[in-house]
C-alpha cells in the first residue's frame, strides 16, 4: 500500500507532496511492470519499449528510434542488432532513399507473445475506470497525457550533455 500524504505540503515540511509521491510509485510500478514484461522474452525494458514504439508508430529509421527512446545513435546500433538477432525487429532499406534505413518489428509475432501479457492490465484498467463519470475520464486523460509530455521533456534533459557533469 502506498503511503499517502496530503497535497499542497510546503517543501521541507517532511511531508512528501502527493503528486511527487504518487508519480514516484507510479515510475516504480510501470517500470517493475516494464521490466518483468521484457525478461519473460529475454530482453531488457529499454529493447521492449523499442518494439512497442516500433508496433504503434510503423517503422522507423535508427535516428528517430533513438530520439524517441532518448539514446544515442551507437546505443540504438546496439539495441537494433540484438533486436534483430532475437527475431524481433529487421533493419529494411527506404525504396526511395538507399541511404535510409527502416527498423521494422514483427508486429504478429509482438501480438502473439505480448497479447496475452497485456490483455489482463487492460482488462483491469477498464474494470477501475468504469465507474469513473466523465469528466473524472477527462481529467485522468489530461492528467496522464500532460504527464507523459513532462516526462519526455525531462527525459531530453537528463540525456543531453551538461557542462556540469550533472
Known amino acids: 500500500m502506498a ?3 496530503t497535497d499542497g505540503n510546503p517543501p521541507g515540511s517532511g511531508t512528501p507532496d502527493l503528486g511527487d509521491l504518487l508519480g514516484r510509485e507510479l515510475s516504480t510500478a510501470v517500470v517493475m511492470f516494464h521490466e518483468a514484461v521484457a525478461a519473460r522474452r529475454g530482453l531488457t525494458a529499454t529493447e521492449n519499449k523499442a518494439l512497442d514504439l516500433l508496433a504503434r ?3 522507423l529509421t535508427s535516428g528517430d528510434l533513438a530520439r524517441q527512446l532518448g539514446l544515442t545513435p551507437g546505443a540504438v ?3 537494433v542488432d540484438r533486436l534483430s538477432r532475437a527475431g524481433y ?3 529494411s532499406p527506404d525504396a526511395t532513399d538507399r541511404r535510409k534505413t527502416f527498423v521494422v ?3 504478429e509475432r509482438l501480438d502473439a507473445e505480448m497479447g496475452p501479457v497485456f490483455a489482463p492490465l487492460g482488462a483491469a484498467i477498464r474494470e477501475l475506470t468504469r465507474g469513473y463519470t466523465t469528466a ?4 485522468v486523460e489530461h492528467f496522464v497525457s500532460n504527464v507523459v509530455v513532462i516526462l519526455q521533456e525531462q527525459t531530453s534533459r537528463v540525456s543531453a550533455p551538461s557542462d556540469d557533469g550533472a
Open 3 to 5: 503511503r499517502r500524504a
Open 57 to 59: 508508430r510503423g517503422p
Open 77 to 79: 546500433t546496439g539495441l
Open 89 to 91: 525487429a529487421r533493419r
Open 105 to 107: 518489428a514483427d508486429v
Open 136 to 139: 473524472q475520464l477527462a481529467t
